[in-house]
């Protein structure tokens, strides 16, 4: 195991080469990559009052998709420090772009781990929205273009969201003055793991229209939905998932496009971002510069024929 030191500084110059990457395909807004984290969930929640990793438990997760061991929640959920406002400083200080950072949300914290203190799964969801909250508005201090919840449990739970997931969400984003986001997926595609695609996008998107966050990152690409959803969210910023977050597959920019300008019937244009369905974190860095490009060429063929 490296010395912190060692570590922190090959985090660093990690950060950096995800930076260039996206800078070098093109993007509009860039992240850190989460070079820093080994599970996107577990990086902020090891850190936060109440959760203890030293034993272990098994948790059905993902609406029976899959049993992992998972940290518990063995206390009040308060946040005492800052967790990430350094990621942030260092991300912002590595680029002249504007800057999305991202933060678990209260439904795939709830579904990721043991509750072995609040025996209420909405309960649970409000304390970890109130806490990740504090850590938002400390991230808000340094003004990047957006915050971004990560929802994929929502896609699997959709009873869920709206019994408790969307007020759980609107505690997220309460007081934050940048833009905010929530994202949805089906989950990382995974060699041996079913993802069965359920109909469930359009209860959620409807929603999400009443939430109180400003843009909706949505798996359109790797689900093959109908972008006909996009009718049920008229108010929001649509960060509009056209390329599948797989190396198994290499899409056309042309192909990609179209499916843009589709997307772009059922929402005003202005308020539609290309993105890939979801993080690149399991492909290497050649293909994620590969789908970043098609990406990119596809939002300036789509850009083009508007």
Same mark, same amino acid.
């Given at each position: ?8 500084? /090959? ?6 080469? *995800? ?5 070098? /395909? ?43 061991? *998972? ?18 400083? %260092? ?34 969801? %409000? /304390? ?7 850590? *938002? ?137 290309? *993105? ?31």
């Amino acid at each position: 195991m490296l010395p912190e030191k060692l570590l922190s500084a /090959a985090q660093d110059d990690a950060t950096i080469i *995800a930076i260039n990457l996206q800078e070098k /395909a093109g993007l509009d807004i860039i992240t850190d990559g989460e070079q820093r984290r080994k599970n996107y969930v577990t990086y902020l929640t090891s850190n936060m009052n109440g959760f203890d990793y030293e034993e272990l438990k098994p948790k059905e997760m993902a609406g029976g998709r899959r049993t992992l061991l *998972a940290g518990r929640c063995v206390g009040p959920i308060t946040h005492q420090k800052s967790l990430i406002v350094k990621d942030l400083e %260092f991300t912002l200080s590595k680029t002249k772009k504007p800057v999305k950072i991202t933060l678990p949300g209260p439904m795939t914290v709830v579904d990721s781990t043991v509750d072995e203190f609040y025996g209420n799964e909405r309960e649970m969801a %409000f /304390a970890w929205a109130r806490a990740i909250n504090q850590e *938002a508005k400390l991230l808000d201090k340094l003004k990047p273009e957006v915050i971004q919840f990560d929802e994929p449990r929502f896609s699997r739970l959709p009873n869920k969201v709206e019994e408790w997931g969307i007020e759980a969400l609107n505690i997220c984003v309460r007081g934050i003055q940048c833009k905010t986001a929530v994202h949805v997926c089906y989950g990382y595609p995974q060699p041996g793991l079913s993802r069965p695609i359920n109909n469930s996008y359009g209860t959620i998107i409807s929603l999400l229209e009443k939430s109180n966050v400003d843009q909706l990152a949505l798996e359109f690409a790797g689900a093959n939905l109908d972008p006909s959803y996009l009718k049920n969210c008229p108010s929001k910023t649509v960060i509009f998932g056209c390329v599948f977050n797989s190396a198994e597959v290499m899409e056309d920019p042309k192909e990609v496009a179209a499916q843009l300008l589709k997307a772009s019937e059922y929402i005003d244009p202005l308020r539609l971002q290309a *993105a890939p369905d979801c993080g690149l974190v399991m492909m290497n860095d050649a293909d994620a510069l590969k789908k970043l490009n098609i990406l990119v060429d596809a939002a300036k063929l789509a850009r083009q024929q508007i």
